[in-house]
């Protein structure tokens, strides 16, 4: 079992820094499954964030009647 912190180190490496999931996998010592699952999951979580965002700042710019 992984940290949630080491999850989301291996997942930066790949979404942020731009490094292969093949890659990370073999410099973590991982299988590359493994490590694209992470990422899949936080690629979601990360579009929920964003849609949330979005939804917010457009009903805070919404004029006032």
């Known amino acids: 079992r992984f940290t949630d912190d080491f999850k989301q180190q291996a997942v930066r490496l790949v979404l942020d820094e731009g490094k292969s999931v093949t890659a990370v996998a073999r410099e973590l010592d991982l299988t590359p499954s493994g490590l694209a699952l992470w990422v899949k999951h936080a690629q979601a979580d990360r579009t929920k964030a964003l849609e949330a965002f ?12």
């Open 54 to 65: 979005k939804a917010e700042f457009s009903a805070s710019r919404v004029p006032a009647k």
